[in-house]
């Protein structure tokens, strides 16, 4: 009889394999094929889903975590997420250290996960031992059997893109993918995809996304840190005021910067055009397609693959609130709330 049963083990066999969607209105200005793939289609709604399953699983393999042992990892964002749903079916403790600035919502997010959180003051340099990476340091060399996933100073990061990402797009455009888009933050979803991508075919144009406020952009330019780059942005994930050791900078050909203010935008308008409600780095990816084709990087033969990292569902109180897009002083007389509010009170 269980063999009519058709079932996955457990949740995680559903990571991975995100299907690649046509966009059809959001860039039809723009000549060529864009084709998004939706990466929230993985069980925790977001690409880090891969680089937890990966990166533990290479643990697994290097015999150095057994079931009972402990994940740490400094994150309130996707990553965190994503390792505590692995560590949940995999038998693992997992201990989070973030920052006072985290969110209640994303505190409590990670606590109905089951992970262990430190909630670290924000307002303290990095090295100071109440430091969220200080305490995560710490937690690693206290607890025997602990694994630091230490995404943006790990290779794993980009190897778990190298292994999954790189191939599917390769299968699902039958080879014939011209340009790769991704955001960058710890670099490994464009570093390792673009590795496969490039081996397949050394042709393909690899170019990435980096926010106003950081140092990506400059330091792929000059090879110089500039920290005048660096300031307060509100796009998470995207960009970052250090070198990651986990970005490869010699495989991306060209990095674009896009603004808080059109990201917000375009995410909501790939929503309203595309229906799809994706977060805040999925409108940034787009809107560096916008900025890029300025610069005629395609033509009507492109077959351009962006990555959209993950769901909106994590951005209603942003990107998604009115009241908050109005705080940030996103709202003017050309595109305003009442663009996309259409709510009526029945009396
Ligand atoms: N978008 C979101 C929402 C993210 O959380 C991240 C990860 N920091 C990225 C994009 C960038 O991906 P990567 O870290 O692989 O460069």
Not at 224 to 248: M, V
Not at 275 to 302: C, M, P, V, W
């Amino acid at each position: 009889m269980s063999e009519c049963i058709k079932a996955y083990d457990n949740v995680l066999q559903l990571i991975g394999s995100t299907p690649l969607v046509k966009l059809n209105r959001i860039l039809e200005d723009i000549p060529g094929n864009f084709y998004a793939k939706l990466e929230c289609f993985n069980p925790g709604h977001s690409t880090k889903d891969r680089i937890a399953l990966y990166i533990i699983e290479e643990a697994e393999r290097k015999g150095i975590l057994k079931p009972g042992d402990t994940i740490i990892e400094t994150t309130s964002g996707n990553t965190g997420f994503s390792l505590a749903m692995v560590s949940i079916i995999k038998g693992y403790e997992c201990v989070l250290a973030v920052t006072s600035k985290s969110s209640k919502d994303k505190i409590d997010t990670l606590k109905n996960l089951g992970a262990k959180v430190y909630v670290c003051p924000a307002n303290v340099s990095a090295d100071d031992p109440r430091s969220y990476y200080q305490v995560a340091k710490r937690l690693h060399s206290e607890i025997k059997g602990s694994v630091y996933i230490n995404q943006y100073f790990n290779q794993l990061n980009a190897d778990a893109h190298y292994n999954t990402t790189g191939p599917e797009i390769w299968k699902q455009t039958s080879g014939k993918i011209t340009h790769f888009v991704a955001c960058s933050g710890t670099g490994g979803t464009i570093s390792g995809t673009a590795k496969y991508l490039k081996e397949q075919n050394p042709g393909i144009k690899v170019l990435g996304v980096d926010a106003y406020g950081s140092v990506l952009k400059k330091y792929h330019e000059t090879g110089e840190f500039d920290d005048k780059e660096i300031y307060p942005y509100r796009i998470e994930g995207l960009g970052k005021n250090l070198i990651p050791s986990a970005t490869n900078f010699d495989i991306i050909d060209q990095f674009i910067k896009v603004s808080d203010e059109e990201s917000a935008h375009t995410a909501r308008e790939l929503v309203l055009k595309e229906g799809l409600f994706l977060g805040y780095t999925s409108g940034a990816a787009i809107r560096g397609i916008q900025e890029f084709a300025k610069q005629n990087h395609f033509d009507a033969n492109s077959n351009v693959v962006v990555i959209l990292p993950d769901h909106g569902s994590r951005y209603l109180s942003k990107i998604f609130s009115d009241d908050w897009m109005e705080k940030q002083g996103f709202f003017d007389t050309k595109r305003n709330a009442s663009n996309t509010t259409k709510i009526q009170f029945v009396k």
